[in-house]
């Protein structure tokens, strides 16, 4: 539990590029976030450029790679022992391609959000990540489609939702020009207002 006017110590889990964990750095940089501050970001996946991001802000980083740790117990573990030696108060799961297990999301229960791109629980759920969120939303033909921030759990996308926010499928998307909009005008927007909220909820008290 974070104490009255301390800043939560906030890990963020990445796998790719990095845009949501930018969105996070600005939105602390800007004021938005202002309950936490990212003091670790960790990698499944060697030569992230979510890495370059973090180190350019001046913040610790790692890789942690399952192949070279020998299977998902091992891979948790190592996890589990940067988050501790951290003092991590808060997980955040930016574009994270691991899917965690049930002992590790216990263990961290109420302590880990994840920013999915879609209104869950629309295309959403295993086999639903980057653009085939997107591929299926406009298979599917929707009109409205958006992004969710959620607690997470042992099953993929069905943590708590936190916060949601629509966003108009346009005639002539691609799920490239879409996945661009919703995180521009979902997901950029909410994960720090989501991560700010729970932060300043918990710091009350509530």
């Not at 879409?178 to 909820?201: H, N």
Request: hydrophobic share 45%; glycine share 10%; proline share 3%.
């Amino acid at each position: 539990m974070e104490t009255k006017g301390k800043k939560a110590r906030i890990a963020v889990l990445v796998s790719g590029g990095g845009t949501n964990l930018q969105a996070i750095l600005d939105a602390e940089r800007e004021g938005i976030i202002r309950s936490g501050e990212v003091t670790l970001v960790v990698s499944d996946r060697a030569g992230a450029y979510a890495l370059k991001r973090a180190e350019a802000a001046g913040i610790p980083v790692a890789e942690i790679l399952k192949k070279e740790c020998g299977g998902q117990a091992a891979f948790e573990e190592r996890l589990n022992g940067m988050l501790e030696e951290n003092r991590t108060e808060l997980i955040v799961l930016a574009g994270f391609l691991s899917i965690l297990s049930e002992a590790f999301t216990r263990k961290w229960e109420k302590r880990i959000l994840n920013i999915h791109p879609s209104l869950i629980p629309s295309f959403c759920g295993a086999g639903y990540y980057g653009l085939r969120v997107h591929e299926a939303a406009l298979a599917r033909g929707v009109r409205v489609t958006g992004a969710t921030v959620h607690f997470v759990n042992e099953i993929p996308d069905g943590g708590e939702i936190v916060d949601q926010k629509a966003v108009a499928v346009q005639p002539g998307d691609t799920p490239e020009t879409l996945q661009r909009r919703v995180m521009e005008e979902a997901e950029w927007v909410i994960l720090p207002r989501a991560i700010e909220r729970v932060l300043a909820e918990r710091q009350a008290g509530r």
